[in-house]
C-alpha cells in the first residue's frame, strides 16, 4: 500500500494550491483521511481531516482558507488551499487509515510529504 501526495510548489501570498493524495496498492478499504504539516523547526500538526462518510474537521488556522475533499471511488483526497500564507509554509503530509488485503486490521499510512512554499 502506497500514499502518493502531489501538487505542492510556490506560491504567492494570497494565492491558491490544490494537493491530492491517492492510495494504491493491496487497498481494502480506506477509513479516515488527512493531512497534516511540519515546518522548519515544529512539530508535525493536523490541518484537516475527513471520515469516510465525509465529515470534516480543520485546524483553528486554516478555517475559512482550506478545504478538504475526498473521492471515496478512487482512494483520494484533496486540499484546496486559498487565501494562503507564508506561515502556511511546510511540508505537507497526506495520513490514512486503510485495511489492505492481507491485513486483519486497519493500519496507518503516510505519504511522503509535499513541500508548499508561500513567498512573494
Known amino acids: 500500500v502506497q500514499l502518493q501526495a502531489s501538487g505542492g510548489g510556490l506560491a504567492q501570498p494570497g494565492g491558491s494550491l490544490k494537493l491530492s493524495c491517492a492510495a494504491s496498492?493491496?487497498?481494502?478499504?480506506?477509513?479516515?483521511m488527512g493531512w497534516y504539516r511540519q515546518a522548519p523547526g515544529k512539530r508535525r500538526e493536523l490541518v484537516a481531516g475527513i471520515t469516510v462518510g465525509g465529515y470534516k474537521n480543520y485546524a483553528d488556522s486554516v478555517k475559512g482558507r482550506f478545504t478538504i475533499s475526498r473521492d471515496n471511488a478512487i482512494n483520494t483526497i484533496y486540499l484546496q488551499m486559498d487565501s494562503l500564507k507564508p506561515e502556511d509554509t511546510a511540508v505537507y503530509y497526506c495520513?490514512?487509515?486503510?485495511?489492505?488485503?492481507?491485513?486483519?486490521?486497519?493500519?496507518?499510512?503516510w505519504g511522503r510529504g509535499t513541500l508548499v512554499t508561500v513567498s512573494s
Open positions: 495520513r490514512a487509515d486503510i485495511l489492505d488485503s492481507a491485513a486483519l486490521t486497519y493500519a496507518e499510512y
Open positions: 496498492g493491496r487497498v481494502v478499504r480506506v477509513n479516515a
